[in-house]
């Protein structure tokens, strides 16, 4: 599917029940997306019981290695965050709709600096046997809370 279906560049991709990633290119009859676990990605997450923001990032190696995707800079200051948390699209984020899962909290760890954490994320979404994926045609910019 692509422009002629009414798709644009920016909008969100799930399947799942999960984010997959955001289209970034489209054509008259295609539309190219690039996923949450492509290196070049960064997007702010949100963990759901807390509140907290964090950084998600993906990461191909660790995806193919374990089935994890990482995540930084997350402030915990009290400790409340735990494995199995869920962490969702943050309202922050300029270009992904705020409340769409990620993925669930697998390790986290004080970084040297003693303020923030990171660790790792198990995606909703299953990369290995992706078939299709849906698309929602609402973009952030035109998005209201």
Not at 29 to 56: A, H, P, Q
Request: net charge negative.
């Amino acid at each position: 599917k692509g422009s002629d279906d009414g798709l644009k560049i920016d909008m969100n991709v799930i399947a799942d029940g999960g984010l997959v990633g955001i289209i970034t290119d489209v054509g008259s009859n295609w539309s190219r997306v690039t996923s949450i676990i492509s290196d070049e990605i960064n997007l702010m997450g949100r963990v759901l019981s807390t509140e907290d923001n964090l950084i998600v990032s993906g990461n191909l190696a660790t995806v193919k290695t374990n089935g994890t995707i990482s995540f930084s800079q997350l402030l915990d200051k009290d400790d409340q965050v735990h494995t199995g948390d869920k962490v969702v699209t943050s309202s922050i984020s300029d270009k992904y709709l705020p409340g769409l899962v990620i993925g669930y909290i697998d390790k986290a760890q004080l970084d040297a600096n003693n303020m923030t954490k990171s660790g790792s994320l198990l995606p909703v979404v299953d990369f290995n046997h992706l078939d299709e994926v849906l698309i929602i045609l609402d973009l952030k910019e035109n998005y209201e809370e």
